[in-house]
């Protein structure tokens, strides 16, 4: 196990999410299973969603988190995994 660091990529906040999240995307090299992440917006909101694919997360089912820590699952490294954290606007 490891503590991995995210770089986030983009923020997406002119134009909201159809549920009117404001968006921002993150990149974890090499993770394992086991492996760990924690996160921040960098704006500073609250977090409502999270998606990541080989990664589940310590986000409450009612959000409103305001960093979230993913665990990577799986047997094999990937080599990139993306993320993407949906938060207030």
């Known amino acids: 196990m490891a503590a991995r660091t995210a ?4 923020t997406y906040t002119p134009t909201p999410s159809p549920d ?3 968006i921002e995307f993150y990149r974890v090299a090499a993770a394992t299973a086991g ?3 924690t996160i921040t917006p960098k704006r500073g909101r609250l977090i409502q969603k ?3 694919m080989n990664a589940t997360s310590d986000l409450p ?3 409103n988190a305001t960093q979230v ?6 047997g094999a490294a990937t080599s990139l995994e993306d993320v993407i954290i949906y ?3």
Not at 7 to 10: H, K, V
Not at 69 to 74: Q, Y
């Open 69 to 74: 820590i993913l665990t990577f699952i799986g």
């Open 35 to 37: 492996d760990t992440c």
């Open 7 to 10: 770089t986030q990529l983009d």
């Open 20 to 22: 009117g999240l404001a």
């Open 87 to 89: 938060s207030q606007p």
């Open 61 to 63: 089912a009612t959000g």
């Open 50 to 52: 999270v998606m990541a």
